[in-house]
């Protein structure tokens, strides 16, 4: 580096690569509509942000989207909440993902790729996957579902539930899903919600060598939500056979077994796609709804133009269907990529068992948590010898900050001319605020600038904007993809207290951040108390609602903790009850129970015994204060004595941090 304000990126563009991307050609017809150039990335981002509609509608025309109506009104009322996006048109994402298909020259290769734990891989046409959807939209409409009501899958990462995802939006109605490592009451508390007319259910998955079956987590499930008219059972693990096992229940070869052309009912641009649940870490999840046409623009511009993606570019991004990243992996059929399902454990039956699917699959684009490469540098990987990445392009990191160890290693044992794109998003605009992208260079630690489209910046207590200092995440101008609304939130107030109580009229998003003088973007960890494991959001509400029911433990409070080595502590702290002492044994059954009644993944590293939790004067429980101790904060940054109930309380988290 030239100096220690001023550190050389450790990647850079290569020019001939950059000269064949989307983002180039997009950039010079923007220049075009802007009257300016725009060849460098931050001219083009600034020029995203202050003319909103010369640049959603430049993505609209470069990405030829298809709808009834007239384009020429982009932004109609740019408040927020409540912005009014290209009022009047009418649209399909279904429609967008499977056009690709309807080409005679691209129907017969293959579009999703999907493959088991246990080894099984299926692939997908174009053809096919089109004929799938095709049949079961057709089954949906026989059954009298129409635009606006809400289909569910209880579903694990495979080809059917991508089908049932897209046929449901190919005629207009409300998609959400949740992973069968919840329990069916887990599943219940974000379905129940939505008032489902049809479930998709499969009868388990494999994780970690096991072949778990939840035929009887389907059927607590099915009881738990009254609205259901049927129920459509998916064997995953042939457990399932073609005789439905209660009244009401089809067969998945039922529903999707003749194959038919898809028919695609064009909707309101802002028309509900899919209901996202929040983590919950306050209560009951909040179901996020987002529209057809904000997630259609929104996605292509972070497919097409950030990760590149397209024709002959596999992308393999390893998610469940709990989280946004599972939407985003879908996302990669609206530019025609074709698409990596992968349903299991990411490290069995080694820890390289990511790296061996995208050496095996030729994939261009890699999605990955920090911890994924936290753990193949602890396992000594080297993937870059071992295996041929020969197409790797691009590999992406999101769920959390990502470490300059990490960047390192990717460079050193990965390749050094794959591009390592942190990001950083949120399940509430299922989108990154910010990223990189195949123009910009790449500096360990740093994420390269803010997205696209995306007036992101680090604000001060008082809403003043810092360069160079942590501060607020908070995005100034309207995105696309931010939530139309709160499922069952009529008068919008849950909606506003969630982002805009903070500074009215601006998104405040929940995350420490800095803006560096020289445009990159470094995210520090949460600014709320959301727990981030292994780059999946979970709740600590789904955690306490087991742990309170434990008799031997009285109260507790469980933190998700960045730390300084790149690693991420999940730690549960409990108070006994009386009489009780915390044994190794009372920890296991602890773990145990979570790991039944939430799900593995909630399951936290350290249980450990402490006097007391402390509260606000209101009675909430201090998850960020004790973070942020955890994190090596001083107490006096922390929290004033005033506003804790037992003060000491707060303290013993010090000498513990210590």
């Not at 457990?239 to 998945?252: I, Q, R």
């Not at 998003?509 to 560096?516: L, N, R, S």
Request: hydrophobic share 45%; proline share 7%; with cysteine.
């Amino acid at each position: 580096m030239s100096d220690d304000q001023t550190p050389e990126p450790i990647w850079r563009p290569d020019p001939a690569e950059l000269a064949g991307a989307a983002i180039t050609r997009f950039a010079q017809q923007a220049a075009t509509r802007a009257g300016c150039d725009l060849s460098d990335y931050r001219e083009l981002w600034s020029w995203s942000v202050t003319d909103p509609d010369g640049f959603w509608r430049q993505v609209w025309d470069f990405f030829d989207v298809v709808a009834d109506g007239d384009p020429a009104t982009v932004l109609a009322d740019d408040t927020m909440p409540g912005a009014q996006w290209f009022p009047g048109t009418r649209l399909n994402y279904a429609e967008h993902a499977l056009r690709h298909g309807a080409d005679p020259a691209t129907a017969d290769t293959v579009a999703v790729t999907a493959i088991d734990e246990d080894g099984t891989v299926v692939r997908t046409t174009w053809a096919q996957l089109r004929a799938q959807v095709g049949a079961v939209a057709g089954w949906l409409r026989a059954n009298d579902v129409r635009p606006g009501d809400r289909v569910v899958g209880y579903l694990p990462n495979t080809t059917p539930t991508l089908v049932a995802f897209l046929a449901c939006a190919s005629i207009g109605a409300v998609w959400s899903a949740c992973a069968q490592d919840y329990s069916g009451s887990g599943a219940a508390g974000r379905f129940a919600q939505l008032e489902p007319v049809v479930l998709f259910a499969a009868d388990g998955y494999h994780w970690n060598g096991r072949s778990l079956d939840r035929r009887d987590e389907v059927a607590a499930l099915r009881e738990s939500l009254p609205s259901l008219r049927a129920v459509v059972e998916v064997p995953n693990l042939g457990l399932y056979d073609e005789k439905p096992s209660a009244p009401g229940a089809f067969s998945w070869s039922q529903v999707a077994g003749t194959p038919a052309a898809p028919r695609f009912d064009r909707v309101a641009f802002d028309h509900p796609l899919w209901v996202l649940f929040s983590s919950g870490t306050t209560g009951l999840p909040k179901g996020i709804v987002h529209g057809h046409g904000g997630v259609v623009l929104e996605h292509l511009k972070m497919l097409g133009l950030h990760l590149d993606a397209g024709p002959q570019r596999p992308l393999f991004w390893y998610t469940t269907t709990n989280w946004m990243m599972w939407n985003i992996v879908a996302a990669g059929l609206l530019v025609g990529a074709p698409v990596v399902l992968y349903d299991g454990s990411p490290s069995h039956p080694g820890p390289d068992r990511l790296w061996r699917i995208a050496a095996d699959e030729r994939v261009a684009m890699l999605g990955v948590s920090p911890g994924y490469l936290l753990a193949g540098a602890q396992a000594d990987l080297q993937p870059g010898r071992d295996l041929d990445l020969s197409a790797l392009r691009v590999i992406g990191v999101t769920g959390a900050p990502v470490s300059p160890a990490s960047y390192d290693w990717v460079r050193e044992r990965v390749s050094a001319q794959v591009q390592v794109q942190s990001t950083s998003g949120g399940t509430d605009v299922v989108a990154a605020f910010a990223g990189a992208a195949p123009s910009t260079p790449v500096w360990r630690g740093e994420m390269s600038g803010p997205s696209l489209g995306v007036a992101l910046a680090a604000w001060d207590a008082g809403g003043q904007p810092l360069v160079d200092q942590v501060g607020e995440l908070v995005v100034t101008r309207p995105m696309p993809s931010m939530p139309l609304y709160f499922w069952n939130d009529p008068d919008g107030s849950r909606y506003h207290d969630a982002y805009f109580s903070t500074y009215p009229g601006v998104w405040r998003h929940g995350d420490w951040v800095t803006v560096t003088s020289r445009g990159t973007v470094i995210v520090s960890g949460r600014s709320d108390s959301t727990l981030n494991r292994h780059g999946v959001r979970l709740g600590s509400a789904d955690i306490y609602a087991v742990v309170d029911k434990i008799p031997q433990i009285r109260e507790s409070l469980v933190i998700g903790a960045e730390l300084a080595d790149g690693g991420y502590w999940l730690a549960l702290f409990v108070v006994t009850a009386d009489g009780v002492e915390l044994t190794d044994e009372l920890a296991a059954d602890v773990k145990a129970a979570i790991r039944t009644g939430a799900s593995p993944r909630h399951v936290p590293d350290d249980v450990v015994a402490v006097d007391a939790i402390p509260h606000t004067r209101t009675g909430k429980k201090l998850e960020v204060p004790v973070k942020r101790l955890i994190q090596g904060h001083p107490l006096e940054q922390v929290a004033s004595p005033d506003a804790v109930d037992d003060f000491a309380a707060l303290q013993a988290f010090t000498a513990y941090a210590r």
